[in-house]
């Protein structure tokens, strides 16, 4: 049986510059490559050694926001101090939702400025 592994994620969002600093800060993650992209389009690629998350906004931008779940529900990453990392969003002016601490970890949610809702959660 073949294996895989997630290599990247490609979003399109308002402002990559402000979203790759604020997930940088979250993440500790490092800006592997920046330029330009498909139909006149701008890029960061925000990431580690071997996986990265794509922050690209067209040329165009399209005004307004994708429903919840159109269609992708959340974006899912783990964090080694749920309360650091709540703090982060808090001090960029977002907010935290739906707390919950079950098996296997303690999370919560938050929409960044594009509508995008992004889960934190911790195993530790």
Do not use: C
Not at 3 to 15: G, K, P, Q, T, Y
Not at 33 to 44: E, F, V
Not at 62 to 88: N, S, W, Y
Request: glycine residues 8%; without cysteine.
């Amino acid at each position: 049986m073949p294996v895989a592994r997630l290599e990247h994620v490609n979003i399109r969002v308002s402002d990559p510059d402000r979203t790759a600093a604020f997930l940088g800060q979250l993440t500790g993650w490092q800006e592997r490559w920046r330029g330009p992209a498909i139909d006149d389009g701008w890029t960061i690629h925000l990431g580690a050694e071997f996986d990265y998350i794509a922050l690209y906004t067209p040329k165009e931008p399209v005004e307004g926001r994708f429903e919840k779940g159109t269609p992708l529900q959340h974006i899912g990453i783990v964090v080694d101090d749920l309360d650091a990392a709540e703090a982060i969003v808090q001090a960029h002016g977002l907010v935290p939702f739906s707390h919950a601490d079950y098996v296997p970890g303690r999370r919560f949610y938050f929409y960044d400025w594009d509508g995008i809702e992004f889960e934190l959660v911790s195993y530790a």
